[in-house]
């Protein structure tokens, strides 16, 4: 069982920055893909970016690439997430998630919702414009 809990939203004027941090419980932080995905009103969730398990991979949805960047700390049990330049189209729910289902690095397992087991109750990001 792995709790996640994230922090860090707010808001912020087009062009500024923020840090999402997830800090996870449980022993085995390691062992999980660490993913970030966010959900804007009426949208469905997904995929922002995610991190192999010892943090040698990463991977990013084409919109945010160049101005977020995913990391993590295993001996800390948390993942982050740096955002630059943000937009008002990044205006969303910010939800980090883990999961033990992806074998292989690759987007079409990493951009699926439905392989991640574990979530976190999600941070508000707004972006003014």
């Known amino acids: 069982q792995v709790q996640l809990v994230e922090s860090g939203g707010g808001l912020v004027q087009a062009g500024g920055s923020l840090r999402l941090s997830c800090a996870a419980s449980g022993r085995t932080f390691s062992s999980y893909v660490m993913g970030w995905f966010r959900q804007a009103p009426g949208r469905e969730r997904v995929f922002v970016a995610a991190?192999?398990?010892?943090?040698?991979?990463?991977d990013y949805t084409d919109s945010v690439k160049g101005r977020f960047t995913i990391s993590r700390d295993n001996a800390k049990n948390t993942v982050y997430l740096q955002m630059n330049s943000l937009k008002p189209k990044d205006t969303a729910v910010y939800y980090c998630?883990?999961?033990?289902?992806?074998?292989?690095?690759?987007?079409?397992?990493?951009?699926?919702?439905?392989?991640?087991?574990?979530w976190g109750q999600g941070t508000q990001v707004t972006v003014s414009s």
């Open positions: 991190i192999s398990w010892s943090g040698a991979s990463t």
């Open positions: 998630a883990a999961t033990s289902a992806v074998t292989a690095f690759y987007r079409p397992a990493l951009e699926r919702a439905n392989n991640y087991v574990y």
